[in-house]
């Protein structure tokens, strides 16, 4: 089972970018598809972006494609979410989380309820 530690939230002003950082520890992580989830307060968690164990397939939410990246450093065992032209609703905490695949492969999901290993989630403020 992976150890996920997120890193890279903050406080920006609209319009701003952030980079979020998922690290890795454990084995085999290229057997894991991994997600970001965000939960602001009063909200449900809501699955925000999600790539394969191959890299090669990412999901994304409505709210917020064009304006999000997500992607995979294999040698690093990191996952990044490139946020940029951040709004007022994106302020959350975000959470990381591995979804064990078996093998390097394009299957994703992005629902909250696959994910089985989280991390501890970085908070993520917009403010004007």
């Known amino acids: 089972q992976l150890q996920l530690v997120e890193s890279g939230g903050g406080l920006v002003q609209p319009g701003g970018s952030l980079r979020l950082s998922c690290a890795a520890s454990?084995?085999?992580?290229?057997?894991?598809?991994i997600g970001w989830f965000r939960q602001a307060p009063g909200k449900e968690r809501e699955g925000v972006s999600c790539i394969s164990s191959s890299g090669g397939v990412t999901k994304y939410a409505d709210s917020v494609k064009g304006r999000f990246t997500v992607s995979r450093d294999k040698a690093k065992n990191t996952v990044y979410l490139q946020m940029n032209d951040l709004k007022l609703d994106d302020t959350a905490m975000y959470y990381c989380a591995a979804d064990w695949r078996g093998a390097v492969s394009g299957i994703v999901g992005c629902s909250a309820g696959d994910y089985t290993s989280w991390g501890q989630g970085v908070q993520v403020t917009v403010f004007s």
């Open positions: 454990g084995l085999n992580f290229e057997y894991y598809a």
